[in-house]
């Protein structure tokens, strides 16, 4: 690719019209390069470095770049010098026991990041996005996901209203509800959270029939951060598995 073409993929139309996404630093092209083992869509990735990696052994094409090149490919402040050019990847059909985390209308590609990482360290779950979130394959959210966008089945544009043709058994996080620490929050097959911002609407969660549930805390604030919300309620899970 021209390193032109390569600069495009930051606009998310750009990724969208190539089904094309960029992993940039040491630690997701070696994740990339792990999951690649497994994912046969990731066999066509291609790597742009500069000299300083030029004895990087990989399954995949290197192409060696001049410094000011990287500058122009990189999203970064402080290049390290090395980014992947990877496919989009398609969300692979649900596993056996594999569960769901619903976002309605996320903003934050690092919350997002945080959340995938958070699913892919328990997992066995795919995340579900609604019209109106984050772009998962944000330079963000990518870099905040660690490398856990190459685990964990994404899956964009999915609507509230699907949910119950899918899931029997919603749960809802919300401040008044019942305890996660409960049998029947660990029972739920797919898990809906609000926005940073305007948390989840009433008459469509009365729609989908989602029970409520809450995480006990002294009330002291006023809101607990998506993503730590999400790490406790996962963990709360795992636990009681």
Request: aromatic share 8%; charged share 20%; net charge neutral.
């Amino acid at each position: 690719m021209k390193i032109e073409d390569i600069r495009k993929l930051h606009q998310k139309k750009f990724r969208e019209e190539a089904g094309l996404f960029l992993l940039e630093g040491e630690h997701l092209v070696l994740e990339l390069q792990k999951a690649a083992t497994r994912n046969p869509q990731l066999l066509s990735c291609e790597i742009y470095c500069t000299r300083e990696y030029e004895h990087w052994r990989s399954p995949f094409t290197m192409h060696q770049v001049k410094s000011v090149q990287m500058q122009q490919i990189s999203e970064t402040r402080t290049p390290q010098g090395i980014v992947a050019v990877a496919p989009l990847l398609t969300p692979p059909p649900p596993r056996p026991g594999e569960k769901a985390v619903y976002l309605h209308q996320i903003q934050d590609p690092g919350n997002l990041g945080t959340i995938l990482r958070t699913l892919a360290w328990f997992g066995n779950y795919r995340c579900l996005l609604s019209p109106d979130s984050v772009e998962p394959f944000n330079g963000k959210a990518v870099r905040a996901s660690m490398g856990a966008i190459l685990h964990v089945p994404v899956e964009t544009e999915v609507t509230l209203e699907s949910l119950p043709a899918r899931y029997g058994r919603i749960a809802a996080l919300d401040m008044q509800g019942e305890s996660i620490a409960t049998q029947a929050f660990r029972d739920r097959q797919c898990f809906v959270y609000g926005s940073e911002a305007r948390g989840l609407p009433k008459e469509a969660l009365a729609l989908i029939k989602a029970r409520a549930f809450t995480i006990e805390g002294t009330g002291a604030i006023e809101s607990l951060n998506l993503a730590a919300a999400v790490a406790i309620c996962q963990f709360e899970l795992h636990r009681g598995a």
